[in-house]
């Protein structure tokens, strides 16, 4: 089974709110982390990443926080835009996967204005 | 160019015929993938190249998935006597040396009819 999952399928937010996407890991080894976004026809995009040293990362509207006690990763997207709406999937780097990342199923983000 | 370029972006295979899909790079890049993503699905690794080595290739459904990177840079992944099941988007992806992030390209489509 994937050691990499999504805790809900589709989120739905307003214009401006902010976004939490999360993710559940199974590999208590994994060691680096990352986030992806895809739009429709288009290939996965990197947002951020995160390695297992940190607990907290962020970069430009974007927040990812792991809580590695009990194997979670979340993506805060601050005051959500319309063009944030896509999938957005967490991967993990596993040493038992060797160079692989393995991809989560995907959270499906709707943002109305 | 400056992302990773894939070709072609669509293509209609009849059940049975041969296709090959082409890779090209981020230039200078030594790790390429090759991941496959049914609809609704995340990305699932098929294989990786370092250079023109190919270190895992467990990803690789059948023996009639084949690819190769002979010159280090672009990479062909050839499905044979192509079935129904393997239509999928076939991502590329590429990274620099040493490092864990991987950058996509907008995907081949195949559908096998």
């Known amino acids: 089974g994937e050691s990499v999952g999504l805790h809900l399928p589709t989120l739905s937010v307003q214009e401006g709110d902010n976004s939490i996407i999360n993710c559940a890991y199974s590999?208590?080894?994994?060691?680096?982390f990352i986030w992806y976004k895809q739009e429709s026809g288009k290939g996965p995009q990197f947002i951020i990443d995160i390695r297992s040293n940190m607990d907290k990362r962020q970069g430009q509207r974007v927040t990812v926080l792991l809580n590695k006690t009990v194997k979670h990763l979340s993506l805060q997207i601050a005051a959500t835009q319309p063009g944030d709406s896509a999938v957005y999937f967490c991967a993990e780097n596993s040493p038992q996967a060797g160079t692989a990342l393995i991809f989560g199923k995907g959270t499906t983000l709707s943002v109305s204005s | 160019g400056a992302g990773v370029s894939q070709s072609p972006r669509y293509k209609v295979a009849k059940r049975g015929q041969d296709v090959a899909l082409r890779c090209d790079p981020i230039?200078?890049?030594?790790?390429l993938f090759w991941y496959q993503q049914a609809l609704g699905q995340g990305p699932e690794f098929l294989t990786y190249?370092?250079?023109?080595?190919?270190?895992?290739k467990s990803g690789l459904p059948s023996d009639r998935f084949f690819a190769e990177r002979p010159e280090g840079s672009v990479s062909t992944l050839k499905i044979q006597r192509t079935q129904q099941e393997d239509s999928a988007v076939y991502l590329c992806?590429?990274?620099?040396?040493?490092?864990?992030?991987?950058?996509f390209g907008e995907g081949s489509w195949l559908t096998v009819v």
């Open positions: 190249f370092q250079n023109e080595a190919q270190l895992d």
């Open positions: 590999n208590s080894a994994s060691d680096y």
């Open positions: 992806a590429s990274g620099p040396r040493r490092a864990d992030t991987i950058y």
């Open positions: 230039s200078g890049h030594v790790s």
